[in-house]
């Protein structure tokens, strides 16, 4: 055993930003290039579309599940959204994986994101934003799932979302997807550098007598 140990307990990532800004790719990449990354999977009520499967994409419950799972305080963070469907982060399964010293993340909105900081202030906020406000624009445009009217409401959105930065550990420009993830994987290593994540210093015997004799011989001069 080394001089530091490190807290076993894995780390909880909360990662954020404005649509477009390329949060799920490099969520993606990152469990990619790190066995020991779980992305989180969000519980829903809305119905499955297209190929998604249950567990995948996200957990589909009917109304009734997700309303006593409310109850039974069994979220991190929920939200009632769209044409009232609910969207929620089941705590039990992620605080599992955080035990087993997994480093869980979790891709979720602004608000979602300032709940989960109440709950578990210890987590590691990260929020991605574009380049400039005209590359997210041009982004919006290309992914071509919404009219005019729909990409000028999330454009603006996005200009709000932008200003709540300040509530985030750190902040990581998406310029190459490559480099903001290369960034993301420092911040996470640099995270678990910290002093306040360090469990104990333990000198074994070894170290001990080492340090007496030097004592000793000082002591003799």
Known sequence: MGIIKTKSKGLLIVISGPTAAGKGTICKKLVERN????????????????????????FFVT?????????????????????????????????????????????IDIQGALKVQEKVPEALFIFIVPPTMEILKER???????????????????????????????VVVNDFVETATAKVEAIITAEKCRVDRIEEVDLDSKEETIHESLVDLNQEK
Do not use: C
């Not at 066995?35 to 996200?58: A, D, H, I, K």
């Not at 929920?78 to 480093?103: C, N, Q, S, W």
């Not at 071509?144 to 000028?152: A, C, D, H, P, R």
């Open 35 to 58: 066995t020991n990354l779980w992305v989180s999977t969000s519980m829903t009520t809305r119905e499955p579309r297209g190929t998604e499967q249950n567990g995948v994409e996200y």
């Open 63 to 107: 109304t009734e599940e997700f309303e006593k799972k409310i109850e039974e305080d069994g979220f991190l963070e929920y939200a009632k959204v769209h044409y009232g469907r609910y969207y929620g982060t089941p705590k039990d399964i992620i605080f599992d994986k955080l035990d087993e010293g997994i480093d869980v993340i979790l891709e």
């Open 140 to 170: 919006l445009r290309n992914r071509g799932t919404e009219n005019e009217e729909q990409m000028l409401e999330r454009f603006k959105t996005a200009y709000k979302e932008i200003n709540e930065v300040t509530k985030y550990n750190y």
